[in-house]
């Protein structure tokens, strides 16, 4: 069965400071991997995805993640954080089993930027 | 546009009664999702559908139920049974065959 962890529910950063969220995962198959973010009282927005095709994932708000498999992570990086980054960040994986695909998520991080 | 509509956006019912959340798509994707969302446990799904007339419980589906009689639409109804309804409800629909789920705005429910 695939799972997800997320290692620190906060993490708070300075403007400017490098972002890392991390993510753990366990999965039977290779999996898909994806990082969303939440802002307060909304839904949520895709910021990137793993499927195989390049270890390093670049997604949106210059956010990326890179794919370790001998690790078993997936961790979401930042070279510069802004105040408008401040939110909820969640790592999940799929689920795949014929063409049914579930998403399992992570519980997780809380990312507060401080000017 | 194209995307998620749920409503309303914030929801308040006496407890012992039936509510039913709405979602609807317009991006004519075939699977549908329900997950609710409590603070610091992340997205546990309720009930998914991968075809209209058809859905699946998910991992927490007591004391909910759902529909789906169009493909459009896939509402939830909160029941009494439900023991800690309060939560932020999320709904959320893919493309078969494909894994990126797309999320709609919440609705967040209180029982008073």
């Known amino acids: 069965a695939q799972s997800v962890t997320q290692l620190g529910s906060h993490v708070s950063v300075s403007e400017g400071a490098l972002v890392l969220l991390r993510c753990n995962y366990s999965?039977?198959?290779?999996?898909?991997l994806f990082w969303y973010v939440q802002y307060p009282n909304q839904g949520l927005q895709l910021l990137l995805k793993?499927?195989?095709?390049?270890?390093l994932v670049k997604g949106i708000n210059g956010f990326e993640a890179e794919f370790k498999k001998s690790e078993t992570s997936f961790h979401l990086t930042k070279p510069s954080a802004h105040m408008s980054d401040a939110a909820e960040y969640f790592c999940?994986?799929?689920?795949?089993?014929?063409?049914?695909?579930?998403?399992?998520f992570g519980k997780g991080t809380l990312l507060t930027v401080n000017p | 546009d194209g995307g998620i509509t749920q409503s309303p956006k914030y929801l308040f019912r006496k407890e012992g009664q039936n509510v039913t959340l709405s979602c609807e798509q317009n991006?004519?994707?075939?699977?549908m999702y329900w997950y609710r969302q409590d603070p610091g446990q992340g997205l546990r799904l309720i009930y998914y559908?991968?075809?209209?007339?058809?859905?699946q419980k998910g991992d927490i589906a007591e004391g909910y139920s759902v529909s789906r009689e169009k493909k459009e639409s896939f509402p939830l109804t909160v029941t009494s049974a439900q023991k800690n309804p309060t939560a932020f409800y999320l709904c959320?629909?893919?493309?078969?065959?494909?894994?990126?789920?797309?999320f709609g705005p919440g609705t967040r429910l209180t029982v008073l």
């Open positions: 559908s991968q075809i209209v007339n058809d859905f």
């Open positions: 991006l004519n994707h075939d699977a």
């Open positions: 793993y499927t195989s095709a390049a270890t």
């Open positions: 999940a994986v799929s689920r795949s089993g014929g063409s049914n695909y579930k998403l399992t």
């Open positions: 999965s039977s198959v290779p999996p898909y």
């Open positions: 959320a629909s893919n493309e078969r065959g494909t894994d990126t789920q797309y």
